[in-house]
């Protein structure tokens, strides 16, 4: 069992930055693949960025990439997503996920895949 605690949503104006973070309960995290999403209002979960096992494998959606960075220390049982570069259209509600993988480099992009999640949280862009 692995508990997922999000951090780090706000108020944020148009190219702003914000860093989320996703701290996990065990001692096992570095079992885990892990994944950010976010659910817009009226809209189905998107897939955000994944990160593989040992961090050396990582995927993004491309509406996010080259701005958004995921990365994970694994001593901190933690998962970021470092958010630069923001749009309105990012305002969402972010979720990290966590999936138990015996393959070291592989991420997954379908919510369906991941097995824990977290109770999300808040990210607002004004324009």
């Known amino acids: 069992q692995v508990q997922l605690v999000e951090s780090g949503g706000g108020l944020v104006q148009a190219g702003g930055s914000l860093r989320l973070s996703c701290a996990a309960s065990?001692?096992?995290?570095?079992?885990?693949?892990m994944g950010w999403f976010r659910q817009a209002p009226g809209k189905e979960r998107e897939f955000v960025a994944a990160i593989s096992r040992s961090g050396g494998i990582t995927n993004y959606a491309d509406s996010v990439k080259g701005r958004f960075t995921i990365s994970r220390d694994n001593a901190k049982n933690t998962v970021y997503l470092q958010m630069d570069s923001l749009k309105p259209e990012d305002t969402a509600v972010y979720y990290c996920?966590?999936?138990?993988?015996?393959?070291?480099?592989?991420?997954?992009?379908?919510?369906?895949?991941?097995?824990?999640w977290g109770q999300g949280t808040q990210v607002t862009v004004s324009s």
């Open positions: 996920a966590a999936r138990w993988t015996i393959v070291a480099r592989t991420t997954r992009t379908t919510d369906s895949e991941y097995d824990y």
């Open positions: 065990g001692r096992t995290f570095s079992t885990y693949s």
